[in-house]
């Protein structure tokens, strides 16, 4: 029984110290801050003498068995003093030991977060802002983001001038991605995902250029800076011509937000660049959060841009409705919240005796629905008998706060439409439905329920007009549901 015992304990002390030997030998991505002056002179750049400091591992370390122009990712000269590298716990340690080390963070990643708009804002080519400001033009806007969709007429340049001298930055080459793409409008684009691969070394990438797969930077350049763009509608909706708030601007894209992740030291690559490309506004629509300011990389390269009187717009985030769930609260930024402004997308609601209500809907579809049969369902839950309602407009209402599964179990059944009563907030998040949706408030909802409460055994019918578009509602604006809120500590 005592060997068997002894022998257990010394099976565990082998896979505790195996363990130890484990974790110092993994290697993990870290984000390193170093002390500019404490740089020798023997050394010509930040460069060389940070590719000293990770040479100097290999003589000093057991475990080390890559150079040091594998284990570095990046090297900062702008955004931060420092460099992003492939360590194992043990060669951290020993960095930490070196001249010049300030400190550490590992590479983590970050979240996510029009045709009246302007005029919503006051702006017009009669007075203010826009001819104050000449458009914007030349102003050279940098976007960290998921990349551009370069054919977009948003980036057209027509009548637009020379690209300013100053400018530094370049096109690209990439997958899907020509220089010839650029023009005088889109002057640059570059791509930055080592970061991401050495975080995820086995990861293929589907997009590798700085062509935009998802949207998002797209979205956001064409908002700051598109050009005038006549006709355009969102699904024959707000039917009117598209601009961004400085239409003369010159775009510059960093994709640093992948499809497959996003990380901190390719953000910190990408603002580091445009720093370096001579941008005069810097505009990031993602954040971090949990991190007090001294150690956010992010805030930190925000400021450095500021230092060098770069302005730079940030988001808020996306992850209202509550209180101090605000990121980017960084006092050298401006952080902007989404909000509403004067405009409803809507559809109109006729009912069989000629009454009509009108609602919210964005649904994408061309047709109308006319004189189809109407019928009240309740809460529309999963276990009702959704084949007695097909082909039918069902008219869902249950004020339990249970809309958004209501909405999900409509979509996966075979209706002609949907009505929904609701006084639930965060609409915005579904009004695009797949499957032809208004969205009623209670008051109009009292309309339909008295017009289906007097029938009682007579069919009821109805139709729906999509595509409708309304100015100046009120309140606005509005913070949007979604958006996140301050304060930020």
Same mark, same amino acid.
């Not at 290697?27 to 801050?33: D, L, N």
């Not at 594998?70 to 590298?85: D, E, H, P, Q, R």
């Not at 716990?89 to 979240?111: A, R």
């Given at each position: 029984?005592?060997?068997?015992?002894?022998?257990?304990?010394?099976?565990?002390?082998?896979?505790?110290? =195996?363990?130890?030997?484990?974790?110092?030998?993994?290697?993990?991505?870290?984000?390193?801050?170093?002390? /500019?002056?404490?740089?020798?002179?023997?050394?010509?750049?930040?460069?060389?003498?940070?590719?000293?400091?990770?040479?100097? /591992?290999?003589?000093?370390?057991?475990?080390?068995?890559?150079?040091?122009?594998?284990?570095?990712?990046?090297?900062?000269?702008?955004?931060?003093?420092?460099?992003?590298?492939?360590?194992?716990?043990?060669? /951290?340690?020993?960095?930490?030991?070196?001249?010049?080390? =300030?400190?550490?963070?590992?590479?983590?990643?970050?979240?996510?977060?029009?045709?009246?708009?302007?005029?919503?804002?006051?702006?017009?080519?009669?007075s203010g802002a826009w001819p104050v400001a000449n458009y914007g033009r030349d102003v050279i806007i940098g976007l960290v983001d998921s990349g551009i969709w370069p054919e977009s007429e948003s980036f057209n340049d027509h009548g637009m001038s020379s690209v300013p001298s100053r400018w530094k930055g370049e096109c690209e080459v990439g997958f899907q991605f020509n220089s010839s793409l650029c023009n005088k409008k889109l002057i640059g684009a570059r791509y930055f995902n080592k970061g991401l691969l050495s975080?995820?070394?086995?990861?293929?990438?589907?997009?590798?250029?700085?062509?935009?797969?998802?949207?998002?930077? &797209?979205?956001?350049?064409?908002?700051?800076?598109?050009?005038?763009?006549?006709?355009?509608?969102?699904?024959?909706?707000?039917?009117? &011509?598209?601009?961004?708030?400085?239409?003369?601007?010159?775009?510059?894209?960093?994709?640093?937000?992948?499809?497959?992740?996003?990380?901190?030291?390719?953000?910190?690559?990408?603002?580091?660049?445009?720093?370096?490309?001579?941008?005069?506004?810097?505009?990031?629509?993602?954040?971090?959060?949990?991190?007090?300011?001294?150690?956010?990389?992010?805030?930190?390269?925000?400021?450095?841009?500021?230092?060098?009187?770069?302005?730079?717009?940030?988001?808020?985030?996306?992850?209202?409705?509550?209180?101090?769930t605000l990121h980017n609260g960084t006092p050298w930024v401006l952080t902007v919240a989404a909000s509403t402004i004067d405009r409803e997308f809507t559809g109109i609601l006729t009912l069989g005796n000629g009454d009509s209500v009108t609602g919210l809907s964005l649904y994408p579809g061309k047709s109308s629905l006319r004189q189809l049969p109407i019928d009240f369902v309740g809460a529309c839950q999963n276990n009702f008998d959704y084949k007695k309602f097909d082909r039918k407009i069902v008219v869902c209402f249950d004020n339990n706060n249970t809309f958004f599964q209501q909405f999900f179990n409509v979509k996966r059944l075979n209706v002609s439409g949907a009505i929904f009563i609701t006084n639930t907030t965060g609409l915005e998040l579904v009004m695009q439905s797949k499957y032809p949706a208004l969205f009623l408030d209670l008051e109009s909802g009292k309309t339909v329920m008295n017009y289906l409460q007097k029938l009682k055994n007579e069919e009821a019918k109805a139709s729906i007009k999509f595509h409708g578009t309304h100015l100046g509602t009120k309140p606005a604006p509005s913070v949007a549901s979604y958006s996140s809120r301050g304060p930020s500590c």
């Open positions: 029984m005592a060997d068997s015992f002894q022998m257990a304990n010394y099976i565990s002390l082998c896979v505790w110290l =195996l363990s130890l030997v484990v974790l110092a030998m993994s290697h993990e991505t870290y984000i390193v801050h170093m002390d /500019l002056s404490a740089k020798p002179t023997a050394f010509s750049s930040h460069h060389t003498w940070f590719s000293a400091t990770l040479d100097s /591992l290999t003589t000093t370390s057991t475990h080390v068995t890559s150079s040091s122009s594998s284990k570095l990712v990046y090297s900062y000269t702008n955004a931060i003093n420092g460099f992003t590298a492939i360590l194992s716990s043990s060669e /951290l340690e020993l960095i930490k030991n070196t001249p010049g080390y =300030l400190y550490s963070i590992k590479d983590t990643t970050v979240e996510l977060d029009t045709t009246h708009s302007t005029q919503f804002l006051g702006l017009n080519s009669n975080n995820r070394p086995n990861l293929t990438l589907s997009m590798y250029s700085a062509r935009d797969t998802f949207g998002h930077g &797209t979205h956001t350049s064409s908002t700051a800076a598109g050009g005038y763009v006549k006709h355009a509608s969102c699904f024959g909706y707000g039917t009117g &011509t598209a601009t961004g708030v400085a239409p003369h601007a010159r775009v510059a894209m960093y994709k640093a937000l992948w499809d497959e992740g996003v990380f901190v030291s390719d953000i910190l690559a990408a603002i580091d660049q445009a720093i370096i490309d001579g941008v005069d506004v810097l505009s990031l629509s993602f954040g971090k959060d949990g991190l007090p300011l001294h150690q956010d990389p992010i805030a930190i390269a925000t400021f450095a841009g500021l230092e060098k009187g770069i302005f730079v717009s940030t988001s808020a985030g996306n992850n209202g409705p509550d209180l101090r």
